[in-house]
């Protein structure tokens, strides 16, 4: 490889930006003009891509093209930027949205709940594989599945997102730390 061309590869950095966005191989190929073969080929730099194929897979994957050359790095969502979200509720509840709104691997969710407040009475379940729960402050009820599980600070509970279920805090105000894997799909209302 010449001089140079090692730090050129961008192979590794669609496949992550393909899986990022949770599109299959198929889809990104289908949305840009290529076939699978080809962007398999490219994604573990087997092959050269025209300017114009480039151009079509970062728009199918929603990314600038100048990302595919920046050196990887975080996002940071500050503080005084977390994006107030509404996923609805009752009782007094105020959620943020702590990871990009772009990230797609996982989301992670802040929620300030008031005594009594929480999802309300009738259970939901989410578009994604696994919740994971952390009580920051206070103490928050969970029934999952008509199963209670009661969490006080420090505690953490892992669950199947896709199972039935609800929240409220008890005893006075809680904070809770909300991760779900994948992140929930653009079309979910929050």
Request: charged share 25%; proline share 7%; hydrophobic share 45%.
């Amino acid at each position: 490889m010449p001089d140079g061309q090692a730090d050129a590869r961008i192979g590794e950095r669609l496949r992550a930006a393909r899986l990022a966005a949770r599109k299959s191989m198929a889809e990104v190929a289908a949305d840009a003009g290529l076939t699978k073969g080809f962007l398999s080929k490219l994604e573990r730099d087997l092959a050269n891509v025209s300017v114009a194929s480039l151009m079509r897979l970062c728009e199918a994957l929603a990314i600038p093209v100048g990302s595919l050359f920046e050196p990887p790095k975080g996002e940071v969502v500050r503080a005084a930027d977390r994006p107030p979200i509404n996923f609805g509720g009752t009782g007094g509840i105020r959620e943020y949205l702590l990871t990009p709104t772009a990230e797609r691997r996982m989301q992670a969710i802040l929620s300030d709940i008031e005594p009594g407040g929480g999802s309300g009475d009738e259970p939901y379940s989410l578009p994604a594989d696994v919740e994971f729960v952390f009580v920051m402050n206070g103490k928050v009820e969970i029934v999952l599945e008509a199963e209670l599980v009661t969490l006080g600070a420090g505690d953490a509970f892992t669950f199947p997102a896709g199972a039935a279920h609800s929240f409220r805090a008890t005893g006075g105000p809680a904070r809770v730390l909300w991760v779900v894997h994948p992140a929930l799909p653009d079309g979910t209302r929050y």
